[in-house]
């Protein structure tokens, strides 16, 4: 392993990740040399560069990751982000396809829901908390190959699965891992072990459903009522399944399986609108931009004409 002249570090922490070898836990803590990114080994003090920790990542990927249509399933490969596609677009509607029926709960036992994907107090909740004690097994929903296993500070110990689809689960709050980057996993595969790490108000799993970086109402794709259902082999993903605001944490939303582009551009052309309220927003003004009536605008949000707007608040305007 290559080691790293140290003349300067930088005192701010940008994040540590934590990749599991066999029994072994290698720490690699991101540090800045002279405004450049690199990786120190905590048990040994060695440090590694950008460069040599992106061919750690890439070690075990094909040369030739693409499937018969030319589609290569390790773009934005790296292991050293929770979401590495945060420089891409993707409009909506957009497919997700399964080629299987059934899934894999991630817990044992009975899920009991703490919060669902929606709106909350404290803001947008994009994942699913499913209640556990510290220590239990959390499994794989689907087949797949780990991309990240690595600590954050808002999701704790944190692994990221990529399936065939391009679709990617994340399982967040955890106490420990059972796997590495780049290992390929069988779906029901334990990953880790629940837990209460990160930004975390008592023992769950928090667990999202992305693709390509987006997070998609995990109840739109996965049937969680012990059925071990996928909503469909085919799923078009409209702004509102991926829009936490549409839907309340506190209560299951109403799924609807959108299963051809048809169907969801009709369905996304209906769906809600909204507006967040800045500085010297007022409901006669709203009224005239979207071309509402106050009366229209204050039954849709159960508000009154003599409401006071809040800067930052949410407000439906369809």
């Given at each position: 392993m290559l080691l790293l002249l140290v003349s300067h570090i930088d005192a701010q922490e940008i994040d540590t990740l934590i990749m599991e070898s066999d029994s072994t836990d290698v720490f690699f803590e991101k540090i800045r040399i002279d405004n450049s990114v690199a990786y120190r080994n905590e048990s040994t003090g060695e440090i590694i560069n950008q460069a040599e920790y992106t061919l750690l990542c890439e070690a075990d990927i094909p040369e030739d990751g693409s499937d018969h249509n030319g589609h290569n399933h390790y773009d934005y490969w790296q292991c050293d982000k929770i979401n590495p596609y945060k420089d891409v677009v993707l409009s909506t509607p957009f497919k997700i396809e399964f080629d299987q029926e059934t899934f894999t709960h991630p817990i044992d036992g009975k899920i009991v829901v703490t919060s669902r994907f929606g709106r909350r107090r404290k803001g947008p909740h994009r994942g699913f908390d499913i209640d556990l004690v510290t220590g239990d097994f959390v499994r794989s929903v689907l087949l797949g190959k780990v991309r990240f296993v690595g600590y954050s500070r808002g999701h704790g110990k944190t692994v990221v699965v990529r399936h065939a689809n391009d679709v990617e689960t994340v399982y967040a709050h955890l106490s420990a891992y059972s796997v590495k980057i780049n290992d390929v996993i069988?779906?029901?595969?334990?990953?880790?072990?629940?837990?209460?790490?990160?930004?975390?108000?008592?023992?769950?799993?928090?667990?999202?459903?992305?693709?390509?970086?987006?997070?998609?109402?995990?109840?739109?794709?996965?049937?969680?009522?012990?059925?071990?259902?996928?909503?469909?082999?085919?799923?078009?993903?409209?702004?509102?399944?991926?829009?936490?605001?549409?839907?309340?944490?506190?209560?299951?939303?109403?799924?609807?399986?959108?299963?051809?582009?048809?169907?969801?551009?009709?369905?996304?052309?209906?769906?809600?609108?909204?507006?967040?309220?800045?500085?010297?927003?007022?409901?006669?003004?709203?009224?005239?931009?979207?071309?509402?009536?106050?009366?229209?605008?204050?039954?849709?949000n159960a508000i009154s004409r003599r409401s006071i707007l809040k800067i930052g608040q949410i407000i439906q305007i369809r």
């Open positions: 069988k779906e029901g595969q334990i990953i880790g072990f629940g837990g209460n790490t990160g930004n975390s108000r008592g023992s769950h799993l928090h667990l999202e459903v992305r693709y390509k970086g987006v997070c998609i109402h995990p109840e739109y794709v996965f049937n969680f009522d012990g059925s071990n259902s996928i909503n469909g082999s085919e799923l078009w993903v409209t702004n509102g399944w991926k829009s936490p605001r549409m839907h309340s944490s506190y209560r299951k939303s109403k799924i609807k399986p959108l299963a051809n582009e048809t169907v969801a551009l009709d369905w996304q052309k209906n769906e809600p609108k909204y507006h967040k309220i800045k500085r010297g927003d007022t409901l006669s003004q709203l009224a005239r931009s979207y071309s509402l009536r106050i009366s229209e605008i204050c039954s849709m």
